[in-house]
């Protein structure tokens, strides 16, 4: 049996690393958008069906207008498409569920793109004595503060305010383990509670978000009150 997991690990890319990593962000959102407008277009010209070797031809069509697409590594590329043609897949199959809700596929914001995937360890990405190397990117110093176990399938880049990470999915043989003796008990998930158990127990909600509500609403104004464009907006954003 099969099991993945994944491990996220803080990175630290010098300032150098950074501009290549946030470039490449941006890239890759303008990227999405533009295949999802090509194919917008052609949706519009009486074409419901979509599939890899029509966003392939998008992809050709963006490239030749705009040469920066050629700084993301060529199966991050194709790491966006799957993630596109995914967004399709699900829209369609909503419709054919009679969803009235089905959600068309949307264009991304920067806010919104956070991440770039190298979806093959096929030498795009290593690591070495707590430094990781990454295809048109460079070496960073990252906190390798547990163990890899399994064959490393992707690497993803993550930005989460303003600190990056690197995040590996692997793929592990496990051995499902045999219990005998077992003292089973019931789970439900209560709207009273958030766990009631068959023998009484109930866990209550962490209410994560009342906790938090007050310095939420604060950086809100903040963000509310910004120039948009403006570094003080960004921090607050960031924050929030």
Known sequence: MGLTRAYKFRIHPDATRQGEIDERLIIAQ?????????????????????????????????????????KLYSQTRCEIEFRLLKAYQNFFRRIKEGNRKAGFPRFRSRDRYKSITYPQDNGSFSIRKDRLRVSRIGTMPIELHRKIEGAIKTLSIKREGKSYYAVFTTITNAKIPKVEDTDPVGIDLGSDSFIALSDGTKIEKPRFMQQNRKRIAYWQRIVARGNKGSRRRQRAKAHL
């Open 30 to 70: 303008q990227f999405y958008n533009k295949i999802l407008e090509k194919s917008i277009e052609s949706y519009k010209n009486g074409k419901t069906k979509v599939s890899m070797a029509q966003f392939n031809r998008f992809v050709k069509e963006a490239i030749q207008d705009d040469k920066r697409y050629l």
